[in-house]
């Protein structure tokens, strides 16, 4: 059972345009979600995040919008930047069961192209 | 954020040994976990690691097969036990202390 979703295992983009990343859940106890960035041969760097108490969070180039109703986020990148060219894996936290749990998504590979 | 340091990078090891991976962060983090991916597949939580007392282990997981340190706020380590060629994966600490999570550059271990 997949309670972190992101349907789309890659992503292509034109340099200067717009990415949107989604992500959805299931669970609706999650109280707080993430981004990562991933390149090959690294671990995950966070990237943003966002309270279940808010609806946007925007940080430079990155904005994420949380939609509770339907249980999805997405995350922007504009303009998009040949760097930005890696896997984006969205997390969700909750404390459940009295233990913290942090369920991740498969990710999307974003590519960039110039 | 902080900084961890995990190492070995990589390992090649026999079936029936263990490995014991280590991470070290640059400043005190609140919570550490140990995370697995295998190939194709998101990063699994295997446990909380707690300090000072047992580690907290997710579905699928045991103690005995995954044995976890943390001694202090800046030090842990997941042990491999009794490898198998299914545990061939990446291994990644992480932690969380102020903003964000940091994760350690990970393991790669293959198992033969």
């Known amino acids: 059972d997949q309670q972190v979703k992101q349907n789309s295992p890659s992503l292509s983009v034109q340099e200067g345009r717009i990415s949107i990343l989604n992500c959805d859940y299931t669970?609706?106890?999650?109280?707080?979600f993430l981004w990562y960035k991933k390149y090959p041969a690294e671990g995950p760097t966070f990237l943003i995040s966002?309270?279940?108490i808010k609806d946007k969070n925007e940080d430079g180039r990155f904005t994420v919008f949380l939609n509770k109703s339907a249980k999805h986020l997405s995350l922007h990148i504009v303009p998009s930047q040949p760097g930005d060219s890696a896997v984006y894996f969205c997390?969700?936290?909750?404390?459940?069961?009295?233990?913290?749990?942090?369920?991740w998504g498969a990710g999307t590979k974003l590519i960039i192209k110039p | 954020s902080a900084v961890i340091s995990q190492k070995p990078s990589r390992d090649i090891c026999q079936r029936g040994t263990s490995l014991t991976i280590q991470c070290q962060v640059d400043?005190?983090?609140?919570?550490m976990f140990w995370y697995r991916q295998q190939p194709g597949q998101s990063l699994t939580l295997i446990a909380t690691?707690?300090?000072?007392?047992?580690?907290?282990?997710e579905s699928g997981f045991v103690i005995d097969k995954f044995p976890i340190s943390r001694p202090n706020l800046t030090f842990s380590t997941l042990t491999v036990s009794n490898m198998s060629p299914e545990d061939s994966s990446i291994y990644l600490c992480?932690?969380?202390?102020?903003?964000?999570?940091?994760f350690g550059s990970g393991t790669r271990l293959t198992v033969v």
């Open positions: 997390a969700a936290s909750a404390f459940m069961d009295s233990n913290y749990q942090l369920i």
């Open positions: 669970n609706s106890m999650f109280d707080y």
């Open positions: 966002i309270s279940s």
């Open positions: 400043s005190q983090v609140t919570m």
């Open positions: 690691a707690n300090q000072g007392s047992e580690a907290t282990y």
């Open positions: 992480g932690g969380t202390g102020g903003s964000g999570y940091t």
